[in-house]
Antibody
Framework: QVQLQESGPGLVKPSETLSLTCTVSGGSISSYYWSWIRQPPGKGLEWIGYLDHSGSTNYNPSLKSRVTISVDTSKNQISLKLSSVIAADTAVYYC???????????WGQGTLVTVSS | EIVLTQSPATLSLSPGERATLSCGASQSVSSGYLAWYQQKPGLAPRLLIYDVSSRATGIPDRFSGSGSGTDFTLTISRLEPEDFAVYYCQQYGSSPATFGQGTRLEIK
């Protein structure tokens, strides 16, 4: 079974860029689709976007202007960058295996990112 | 964007009872790409059902999914104490993938 682990700063200032990394073990990163999902405290799930095995990306239109998802196959890592953050971007951020036409079969434990000055 | 509406928002039942959770879509879900997830406090969601009715690896057979088009159901045949959690449906056939707002299954 594929295992995923998110990492990155837990606190980001407003207007700055949130940067997270998801390290994948137990499977080839090039073989699957990979998604980022977030969950504000006490609220539901929001799909941010995904990257497919060819490196193509697909983003939620609500975040598209601020999001970049990329892959580093040499490190078996997927990264998320979200620019110009505001308080409403405070959430637990999850990476998961899956994407469009693929259910989210394996999830990382999630990492809480707080946007505050 | 496909909007998923889950009902009820909260379901209060006792262990041993049958649970029926509903998920309605604002338009037809492409190719039956509909999944159900279970989330417990402080943990990541866990995939239960994919492609409407296929159980994920290791999921007990008391969980079953059904439906088509715009109406989908998750059924838990006999509730176990560990089943009390929040359940989300998700469609992943049309971009952006979307989730329902969740159903909280609580012990009566």
């Amino acid at each position: 079974q594929v295992q995923l682990q998110e990492s990155g700063p837990g606190l980001v200032k407003p207007s700055e860029t949130l940067s997270l990394t998801c390290t994948v073990s137990g499977g080839s990163i090039s073989s699957y689709y990979w998604s980022w999902i977030r969950q504000p405290p006490g609220k539901g799930l929001e799909w941010i976007g995904y990257l497919d095995h060819s490196g193509s990306t697909n983003y939620n239109p609500s975040l598209k202007s601020r999001v970049t998802i990329s892959v580093d196959t040499s490190k078996n890592q997927i990264s998320l960058k979200l620019s110009s953050v505001i308080a409403a971007d405070t959430a637990v951020y999850y990476c998961a295996r899956g994407g469009l036409e693929w259910s989210l079969r394996d999830w990382g434990q999630g990492t809480l990112v707080t946007v505050s000055s | 964007e496909i909007v998923l509406t889950q009902s009820p928002a909260t379901l209060s039942l006792s262990p041993g009872e049958r649970a029926t959770l509903s998920c309605g879509a604002s338009q037809s879900v492409s190719s039956g790409y509909l999944a159900w997830y279970q989330q417990k406090p402080g943990l990541a969601p866990r995939l239960l059902i994919y492609d409407v009715s296929s159980r994920a690896t290791g999921i007990p057979d008391r969980f079953s999914g059904s439906g088509s088009g715009t109406d989908f159901t998750l059924t838990i045949s006999r509730l176990e104490p560990e089943d009390f959690a929040v359940y989300y449906c998700q469609q992943y056939g049309s971009s952006p993938a979307t989730f329902g707002q969740g159903t909280r299954l609580e012990i009566k």
